[in-house]
């Protein structure tokens, strides 16, 4: 069969798949690995929003791009799409939601149905990478802020405050040096008496 009959059968990701899986430590080995990436994908359908590790997170990403790519395919009335399902949900409720719920939201979408970021690191405890993996179109409010540059945003409140201290604080010193130079260069009005020459009159 060439590539062009199997790319038919399976939809194309929109996402990038490494070329090999990730390494997810696991004390029952090969099937404690799958049993972290269900609980994961189930729990991303389930919530549509989680952080975990970066590498669970990057990992399980694939499993529900795919789910739900072929949730939209083939639909709840094909067995085998069904058998998938059932086998990457532990939360069988999670059926009804993926095939009437986000098979409607992506059915017409043209980019990836997840979204993940870095998270940032904790300032004490273990140094690991954090990830937020997210479903698009979910309830929750956006972690990316689309206008970065608003001036009324906190930050930027605070940075024109200080701007304006700063610029007041260096113009009072201009100031206070120009005053010294000019009583530097004039003289006292005592002085300038003494120094004329006395004349008779």
């Known amino acids: 069969m060439n590539q062009a009959d199997v790319t038919k059968l399976v939809s194309k990701l929109r996402i990038k798949v490494p070329d090999q899986h990730r390494r997810l430590r696991s004390p029952k080995g090969p099937e404690g690995r799958l049993d972290k990436l269900r609980k994961t994908v189930t729990g991303l359908i389930k919530f549509e929003r989680i952080e975990l590790n970066h590498h669970r997170a990057d990992e399980a990403r694939q499993y ?11 639909g709840d009335c094909h067995k085998p799409t069904m058998e998938i399902a059932d086998y990457w949900l532990l939360e069988k409720e999670l059926l009804h939601k993926l095939f009437k719920v986000l098979v409607p939201r992506f059915e017409n979408s043209n980019t990836a149905f997840t979204k993940m970021y870095k998270a940032p690191k904790a300032s004490s405890g273990r140094n690991i990478d954090k990830a937020i993996l997210e479903l698009r179109g979910n309830p929750y409010p956006l972690l990316t802020n689309k206008h970065s540059n608003n001036r009324y945003l906190l930050q930027n409140v605070l940075l024109d405050a200080a701007k304006y201290e700063y610029r007041q604080a260096k113009y009072a010193e201009m100031a206070d040096k120009i005053g010294k130079n000019e009583e530097i260069s004039q003289p006292k009005s005592d002085d300038v008496a003494k120094s004329k020459p006395i004349t008779e009159v």
């Open 64 to 74: 529900a791009e795919r789910l739900i790519s072929e949730a939209i395919l083939h």
